[in-house]
Structures are given as C-alpha cells and as structure tokens.
C-alpha cells in the first residue's frame, strides 16, 4: 500500500498511472494481436464447421442410392395390398392375388380363473410359493424358438397384471385378462404356421392348472385356441407362401391386407429426388454465399480491438458496433478458402468422364452457373428440365453424383482419376483439401495451439504479454522509488528550512 505526496503535495499515484499507460501502449497492441488471431482461428474454425456439414449431406443425399430410387407404386386396389419400393433400382411390375392372409397362433382358458381382481396378490387366490412357467412361441421366420423362456415368481411377490408385464416384454407372446370372463388371452407376437408343430408351447402348473391353458396352441380340447397360419400369395404366377403379411422379395416391401387380386406399377418418384436434389443446389449455394462473404468482408484497419480501459469508457452498444467493424475481414482474400472455392467451381463445371454425353455433366439435368457475375458461381435449377430427366432415369442422375472413380498407380500408390468421379464425390475430395489446408492455419476446438500456425502465433505472444508483464512491473517500481526518493529529498529541504527559520527568529 503506497501513499505518495504528503511532502510535495503531488498526486504521485495519477502520476505513475499516466506514466504507465504510455509504457503499456506496446503491451496492448500485443493483448490486441492477440484477440485479432483468436477471432481469425473462429472464424477459420466456422468455415471448417459449415464444410464439414456440406460434406455430410453429400455423403447422405447425393452419394446413398435410396435417395434416387424412390418410386411410387400404383396399386389397382388398396384394399387387397400395399406395394413399396425399399431397395429396387430399376423399375418394376405384376400381378399379386393374395388367397390367405397370415394370422398369429392364439390360446384362451379353457376356463374362468378363480382371479377377480388382476392387481391384487396372486398369494390371495392361490396360496403362497414359488412357481416356474416356460414360454415358446414362433418367431420371425415362422419358426418355433429353440429354447423356451422361463420366468420364476413368488404368489406372494406379484399379481397377474405384473406377472403380464413381465410375460409380456421377455417371451414372444402378448397376454391380456378379461375381467367379465375372468379367462386370460395368450397371442403370438408374430404369425405364421410353424409347419408340424405348435406355434405356442407352454410349461408351469400355473399356466394349465391356475390360468386353464392348453399346453399348446393345437391342443384341440379348447376350441378357443387357434393355429396360426401363412399368407398365401401368388406373385407374377408363382405360388409362394409368407409366415408374415408384409414380407419383401427383391427389394419390394409388400403389405398384405385382404383376398383378392391387383396389379401394381411403379415409377420414379419425382417429386422426392427433386426435393433431394434442390436440396443439395440450395446447401451449395448457402456454403459459398458465407464463404465468399468472408473472402470479401471489408477490412477496417484502423478498428482495433479494444483494450480493457476502452471497454469500461464505452457503452455495450458502443463496443457491438465497434467489435463488429474490429473483427471484420478477418479470413479476407484468404487463399485456402478461395483456393477451394476455385476447385469446387471446376470440379461442377467439369464433364464426368465415362458417363454418357448427354448426361455427364450439371447443364444436362437442368443446373447451370448463375449469370449474374455478383453471385459468384451459385447454381440455378429449371425445374421443368431437371424433372424431365429424373423421370426418364433418375438412376444416370445419381451416377453423375456419385459416381466412384477409376484408379491409376502413380508412383507406386493408387490415386483416383478426378474427371472420372461423380460431381458430389469430387466436391468431398475438394472440401477435405480445403479443411485439411484451414487445420493447418486454425486447427481444430481440440487441438493444442503447437500443432497449427495461429496457435504457435498465440504461444508466442502469450509468452512476450507475459515477459512484458513482468518489465512493467519493474518499470512502476521504479518510478515509485524514484517519486519516493524525490518525496524524502523534499521532506529533508523542508526540515532544514525550517531548521534555518528557527535560527533568525
């Protein structure tokens, strides 16, 4: 704690203030570097955030199939079926007659159970143990499962809706009870005919001599239990038979609903891949409307970032408006970004080599370059164009995206031909050049400031602050013992004044 001049009467502490902030004008041009790199690493670091978001549609939308295979199938009688395309390229055709549909095996009591009241205690209806039952039921393929389920339980421990519970999510069996029939109902989770045996097989004295069920669903003694059965079709002529109602065969989900008979179409849905397809137009678009913005983002010079003495004279709408002029124009002109920008353009407007000609590039489907020069390089869509040849054969469409390239060895490594990659694979090469080259500058949210060149810059500065810390500290110790020194001299003129005085009285 320093009081100065009680002897010269000067406001030594504004003094050695005013002093200190002509020798920390260097140190706050370095904190202001510092700040100016740290928003440049953001922003490159934002660009390489809404690259990589690009390249995950590309991959998503524009290089998997299903998205240009989508078809709409015309079925003549919605009643009898559903058709849907789920994996078919190409298009597709027949007839269906459905003669039987699949049902699931089903048991019911022979009985009423002695049960009025499925939430109390099973201990209350038939005394206290321990009891084990066994489950089997058909499964997805109409097999009977292996080995059956077992579920051990205490009558004084559950009630019948909580052993139902537990029935109900571990075996391949649903169960419910009815409390005007006071029976229970027991339904396989999938359908079909096993083929020589039961779909259902149960196990445990509770189940037969408590709850009244038939060991098997064809135990013929309870009318109430059924078999179950297959669904019987007859597809383009061939007679075949399903243990489920919706199966699929060749890429073709087919829903069974009825008996009957319909014909089914299927065509390219056009309407989807367009959507996909302007999708991508208008996430491309998006990407180089922000990077371009960047690139030429005006630079004011003379904005710097504020020092913390500015910060506290200005208002919070004065530094908005300030910082927004200070950390403009930070990634302006880079040649990283605008090198892959540059790439980007090419690779779209380049034919893709060992396509068709007249559908080996974006013009052909209806894309072209905007003509307005100010929009540098944004795609435009006709729509009547890119419609027409998605409907003629949306699958050449998807070659021109996605098509893989063709391999040459080239000094002993393989190296893909680039003019033979489709348009989206060759914009995922030219955006991972373009991040790899931004990492090298910016480096990644996780990365170590040694292992790029902003954050090596960043090192280094914080190393000078720090030094130049340490001097100041030096320097305004200084000062005070200088002001110190100057205060005592003061003092001691002061006492042999007055001691003079005192001699001439």
């Not at 009467?9 to 706050?28: C, F, N, P, S, T």
Request: hydrophobic fraction near 35%; charge should be neutral.
């Amino acid at each position: 704690m320093r009081i100065g001049g009680l002897a010269s009467g000067m406001d030594i502490d504004q003094m050695v203030k005013d002093l200190m902030k002509a020798e920390r004008m260097k140190g706050d041009k370095l904190q202001q570097k510092k700040q100016y790199l740290e928003w440049q690493r953001d922003d490159y670091r934002s660009m390489n955030s809404a690259l990589f978001t690009f390249d995950q549609m590309l991959f998503d939308d524009m290089i998997m199939q299903k998205n240009f295979i989508q078809k709409s199938v015309s079925v003549s009688d919605s009643d009898v079926a559903a058709v849907n395309n789920v994996g078919s390229a190409s298009e597709f055709s027949g007839t269906l007659e459905v003669a039987q549909l699949a049902k699931a095996a089903r048991m019911t009591s022979g009985q009423a159970t002695n049960i009025t009241d499925p939430t109390k205690k099973l201990s209350e209806y038939f005394g206290t143990g321990t009891q084990t039952i066994s489950i089997q039921a058909v499964d997805k393929e109409g097999k009977l499962q292996e080995k059956p389920v077992e579920i051990q339980f205490n009558l004084e421990d559950e009630s019948l809706n909580s052993l139902m519970e537990k029935i109900n999510e571990k075996t391949g069996v649903t169960m419910f009870y009815d409390s005007f029939t006071q029976k229970v109902s027991m339904t396989a989770k999938n359908s079909g005919d096993a083929k020589g045996t039961a779909e259902i097989v149960l196990g445990g004295d509770f189940l037969s001599n408590q709850l009244h069920l038939s060991a098997t669903n064809l135990d013929s003694a309870n009318p109430a239990n059924q078999a179950g059965q297959n669904a019987k079709v007859t597809l383009n002529g061939l007679e075949t038979e399903r243990s489920s109602n919706i199966f699929n065969i060749g890429g073709v989900e087919y829903t069974l609903k009825g008996q009957g008979k319909v014909n089914y179409q299927s065509s390219p849905d056009v309407e989807k891949v367009y959507d996909t397809i302007k999708n991508f137009v208008e996430k491309y678009n998006e990407l180089i409307g922000k990077v371009n913005g960047e690139l030429n983002e005006k630079r004011y010079r003379s904005y710097h970032p504020l020092t913390k003495e500015q910060r506290e004279a200005m208002s919070e709408k004065e530094i908005e408006l300030w910082e927004d002029k200070a950390r403009s124009g930070t990634l302006r002109s880079d040649f990283a970004l605008s090198s892959g920008m540059n790439k980007m353009r090419l690779d779209l407007s380049t034919p893709v080599a060992g396509l068709p000609k007249d559908l080996n590039q974006l013009s052909d489907i209806g894309i072209t370059t905007s003509s307005n020069y100010l929009e540098r390089g944004k795609l435009v869509i006709d729509p009547k164009k890119l419609k027409a040849a998605i409907a003629k054969d949306p699958a050449a469409i998807h070659k021109l995206f996605a098509k893989e390239g063709d391999v040459e060895v080239v000094d002993g490594k393989p190296v893909v031909k680039n003019e033979t990659q489709g348009l989206a694979r060759r914009l995922r090469d030219a955006i991972k050049g373009t991040m790899e080259a931004v990492e090298e500058k910016a480096g990644k949210a996780f990365s170590v400031n040694n292992t790029f060149s902003i954050g090596k810059t960043l090192d280094r500065l914080n190393d000078q602050i720090t030094s130049f810390e340490k001097k100041l500290f030096k320097i305004e110790d200084r000062y005070w013992r200088q002001f110190t020194m100057m205060e005592k001299a003061i003092q001691r003129s002061n006492e042999q004044s007055m001691s003079l005085m005192n001699y001439f009285k």
